[in-house]
């Protein structure tokens, strides 16, 4: 078995071998000098904070390029004069810590690779803004959490691929956007709930790996209809329902491996004889009843139907598939005579080539001879059948053979030597061994080989011996070697089941070594993914590129190149070793320091030292005085966290009760950045914003004290687990008020803002329910023409804000507009409507009401807790909400506009209506008050009403079907 921890100890033995190793590792790195501190240095510098102490990683040192305080493992291309991050490779070199949402910084990312490291936390959502990622490789860390909808906006992703961690939550069909990926790689982890159907459109799809999950529901008969598909592996879930039918029209595919293994699936098996490509079925440990398939297709070198229900006779096609290797039909109900005499088989290429039949635990009564039984690579396993009890004559068969299933291990054949060679004549202490691929040859030479650990992900046979030559064969081909460069050593089969092999490819003969040159191009080659695929072999990954002496020195002599190291620099580093290493760290770290203010803002809540700041109209509070109000920052008092830092409620001491942001450390800004936000947050005086009340700057801490909302947020009400939902009236209420705050930042305040996070979760609600505008930690100044000059009215920035709140144009263009924030308050308005999150299991509000709006169904997706309402009011709020979420910014009104169609939205309202405005809530929707012109929610509205009458006022009478 590979272990990760045992081969991370061997690629990374000492830290003077871990650093000639990540020099090997991405010496492929061109850097481009740059003095600009652009957000590509510092999406770099967060991504070093979030993932651990990696200096220690530093490679060259050659002033101030775009890659920041680059690190092995970054690739930096120029692009149109301008210098972008393109690739992330990072792969096993034990970084920890979590993955920092400024990822989403790297908009011109290609290749992001952290696998197997240690990294834990979530997949930020921030990842969907990299639209030019091809590669998105996670697998082998420590990730929880869920997969955001965001990834949907991936549209380049070739491969997705985050198997073995710990992800958990739902598939989000957002994913079905995806239209160039290939490989969709997500097998063990903690994924639940049911596979979208959408992802039948995912037309390229190749390989489609979701086993080792909690996926539940039936399989979508959709996943037929994707024409590419190679490998379908779904294995060790928990479906439901049967295999579906459509699925006999992978017949128009190029299918090779059908794996259903454990899916608790039941029904009868669907007819796939017309499946020519079809290699490997695995369809065991089902409740499939009825009999077994009377066709299956030639192609088939694995059947595996074993613990199931079958029943009857084995079909004469099935003795006269020619290519098997597997039929495992174990512990099932067949019965009848095996007709032995039946069988056919083709010509066993090799010693390695076996075909197994496995009919134990079955009902089988007798047994036809065949001579073909009596061949040494032919074995039937017949114990627990009634025919072994009836009679002596098959006692050769009836041995029991519990446990031996699929994935046969059979040693590797030995390689004989010529005479007077001897792999004692390599020097086993420097690395160097026999080339076996030459002894073939009659060639005995030694030379250094380099490791690498492979890994077949799904292959298309569960005997791996007779295909070792080929696999073989295989890589020196797509690697550019001959095939006696390249060597099997061992091989194992893995849980899955996943074939992890030992290379050693060798340099070319009468070589000692491979020259840098050569190891560069074998390692980008399995790291980038660009070995060729094979239907065969499947999908594959790297586990280790292990280079030892004489790799680890010898690229002293490497020639310069554009996109290399220079040689002196690598031979410094090599010939200080570890402790050189560690010094020119040290140096560097406090050169940077001093360059960059890195130490500007004590880390670890140390006491700064500067003169205490004075801002007007703001209280200044010490530290003391924050701990004495929170009780020592007691987690009970803690209300909230956002991207800045924890929440708490507290009380100080004149009685007030308050909001406290504490920053937390990644959030602590300079003292005049600081500075430049309170006194932008002390200008800021509306009776629907969240006014700031003071700030703490003291003890290496930052705080802002806000006024206390005692109703929350406004997504706390919109709940379904909310216990007071908002009568319709209300949410009118509540929308007018955020409209005018809104209005407020951008045409009243000084200077004028734009909000950038407008969400349903920074609403927040008085005493008396005041819709409360709240949260500017993303805001940005609105350009002022006097100033600045015509900037066209927008402000160009790096996208920030809330998946599903965000403004596409926005999201495409980087131009923030007034029209950006309403954008935002459109899908606030939805929420309002309709109770929904902006993204739920991966559907999209805003989308999602627009198709029931066109489909007739549209009041389908009115509230029901909110009670009866006006129709008259209803209509002109969808349309507002509407028109602020148009995609194309000049069609959304402007916030001005909003205010004045809500206020007369609130004027249409039925005049006993505005008397609840400030009473108590009802907490269910049946005890709402019915006042005179309101309707009430009907939840068996239909496609059946045509659209054009749903806005009326008045309700048809409808019958539930």
């Known amino acids: 078995m590979f272990r ?12 003077a071998k871990a650093a000639l190793f990540l020099l090997v590792f991405a010496s492929s790195i061109h850097w481009s000098i740059s003095i600009s501190d652009s957000v590509e240095v510092r999406a770099l510098r967060a991504i070093k904070a979030s993932i651990g102490d990696v200096f220690n990683r530093l490679r060259n040192w050659e002033g101030e390029d775009p890659c920041g305080d680059s690190w092995t493992g970054v690739l930096c291309t120029d692009i149109n004069g301008t210098s972008y991050v393109t690739e992330l490779r990072l792969l096993n070199m034990n970084f920890t810590g979590t993955l920092a949402p400024d990822l989403g910084n790297l908009t011109q990312l290609t290749i992001m690779d952290f696998m197997w490291n240690n990294i834990t936390g979530s997949i930020p959502p921030e990842v969907g803004y990299l639209r030019k990622l091809q590669l998105m490789l996670l697998s082998g860390n420590k990730l929880s959490g869920i997969l955001s909808p965001e990834f949907g906006n991936l549209t380049a992703l070739d491969r997705f691929q985050i198997d073995e961690n710990n992800i958990s939550g739902p598939i989000p069909s957002s994913y079905q956007f995806l239209n160039n990926l290939r490989h969709f790689h997500m097998n063990n982890n903690s994924l639940n709930g049911s596979i979208p159907p959408e992802l039948g459109r995912l037309r390229m799809l190749a390989h489609l790996l979701f086993d080792n999950n909690k996926l539940t529901g039936e399989i979508p008969s959709e996943i037929s209809n994707i024409s590419a598909l190679l490998i379908v592996q779904l294995d060790n879930n928990q479906f439901s329902g049967s295999i579906p039918a459509s699925f ?18 039941n029904g009868t098996i669907p007819d796939f004889s017309e499946i020519a490509t079809l290699l490997y079925l695995d369809l065991s440990h089902n409740q499939l009843s009825g009999g077994l398939p009377p066709n299956l297709p030639q192609s088939l070198r694995t059947i595996d139907l074993s613990n ?62 065949s001579a073909l039984l009596s061949l040494p690579n032919v074995t039937l396993r017949l114990s627990g059948n009634p025919l072994c009890e009836a009679s002596q004559n098959f006692s050769a068969y009836c041995t029991n053979s519990s446990g031996v299933g699929a994935n046969v291990s059979i040693p590797l054949p030995t390689v ?64 550019n070697l001959s095939d006696h460069q390249v060597n099997v050593s061992d091989f194992t089969w893995e849980p899955g089941p996943r074939l992890g092999v030992n290379l050693k490819l060798f340099p070319s003969n009468g070589s000692a070594q491979f020259n840098s040159s050569e190891v560069e191009r074998l390692y980008n080659q399995f790291a980038t993914f660009t070995i060729a695929g094979n239907r065969t072999f499947g999908p594959h990954e790297v586990l280790f590129f292990l280079m030892e002496f004489p790799y680890n020195s010898s690229l002293t002599n490497a020639a310069g190149s554009k996109t290399g190291l220079k040689g002196g620099a690598i031979a410094g580093i090599v010939l200080g070793g570890a402790a050189f290493t560690a010094l020119v760290v040290v140096a560097v770290l406090l050169f940077v320091a ?33 701990t004495k109000a929170t009780n020592n920052f007691d987690s009970s008092l803690q209300i909230g966290q956002g991207g800045y830092g924890k929440v708490y409620k507290a009380i100080l001491a004149d009685g007030l009760i308050v909001a406290i942001k504490r920053a937390e450390e990644g959030s602590l800004q300079g003292t005049k950045e600081f500075l430049t936000e309170l006194q932008t947050l002390s200008r800021l005086h509306h009776r629907n914003l969240v006014d700031l009340v003071g700030f703490c ?7 802002l004290i806000y006024e206390f ?20 009236e209300r949410r009118i209420q509540i929308a007018l008020g955020a409209a005018k705050g809104i209005l407020y930042l951008h045409t009243e305040a000084d200077p004028p803002l734009f909000h950038r996070d407008i969400k349903a979760t920074n609403i927040l609600l008085d005493h008396k329910f005041g819709a409360r505008v709240a949260d500017f930690g993303l805001s940005k100044l609105a350009p002022v023409a006097e100033i600045e000059g015509d900037a066209g009215g927008y402000v160009s920035t790096v996208v920030k804000g809330t998946p599903g709140y965000l403004d596409p144009e926005y999201f495409l263009t980087h131009k923030l507009t007034d029209k950006s924030d309403v954008y935002s308050f459109g899908v606030v308005l939805l929420e309002l409507l309709t109770g929904q999150q902006p993204i739920t299991k991966g559907k999209n509000l805003v989308r999602e009401v627009h198709m029931a709006y066109e489909a007739g169904m549209l009041l389908s997706t009115v509230d029901p807790r909110m009670g009866p309402y006006p129709a008259e009011c209803l209509e002109p709020f969808m349309r507002l909400a509407f028109a602020c979420c148009k995609d194309e910014t000049d069609s959304r009104p402007s916030m001005a506009e909003v205010v004045r169609e809500l206020e007369g939205i609130k004027r249409l309202l039925p005049p006993d209506a505005t008397l609840s405005f400030e009473t108590s809530v009802d907490t269910e929707p049946s005890s709402a008050k019915h006042h005179k012109g309101f309707i009430t929610y009907n939840p068996y509205i239909s496609s059946d009403i045509d659209g054009s009458n749903l806005m009326s006022g008045t309700i048809p009478s409808i019958v539930p079907r």
Not at 597 to 618: I, P, T, Y
């Open 697 to 703: 700057d003291d003890e290496g801490e930052q705080m």
């Open 416 to 479: 004989p030597l010529p005479m007077g060679c001897s792999d004692a004549t390599c020097d086993k202490s420097r690395n160097q061994e026999l080339n076996y691929g030459l002894v073939d040859f009659g060639v005995c030479q030694c030379a250094y080989p380099l490791s690498v650990g492979y890994r077949l992900k799904s292959p298309s046979f569960a005997i791996y011996q007779p295909y070792q030559i080929a696999l073989q064969n295989y890589l020196g081909l797509r690697l």
């Open 4 to 15: 990760k921890d045992v081969l991370r100890a061997h690629i990374i033995p000492s830290p």
């Open 308 to 369: 199931n229900r079958l029943d009857g006779e084995i079909p004469a096609s099935i003795y006269g598939l020619g290519r098997l290797e597997l039929l495992l039909l174990q512990n099932n109900s067949l019965d009848g005579v095996i007709a032995a005499d039946l069988l056919a088989h083709d010509p066993f290429t090799n010693a390695g080539s076996v075909y197994v039949m496995d009919f134990q635990s079955n009902n089988f009564t007798d047994l036809s001879p």
């Open 594 to 626: 001093k360059r960059r203010g890195l130490f500007a803002a004590r880390r670890g809540r140390a006491a700064r030292h500067h003169e205490r700041l004075k801002v007007d109209g703001v209280k200044d509070f010490t530290f003391k005085e924050m």
């Open 248 to 265: 006999q029209n992978f017949s128009r595919s190029n299918i090779t491996k059908l794996s259903l293994r454990n899916c608790g699936l």
């Open 709 to 728: 909302m005692a109703n929350g947020t406004l997504r706390d009400h919109l709940n379904s687990s909310s216990k007071a939902p908002l009568a319709f």
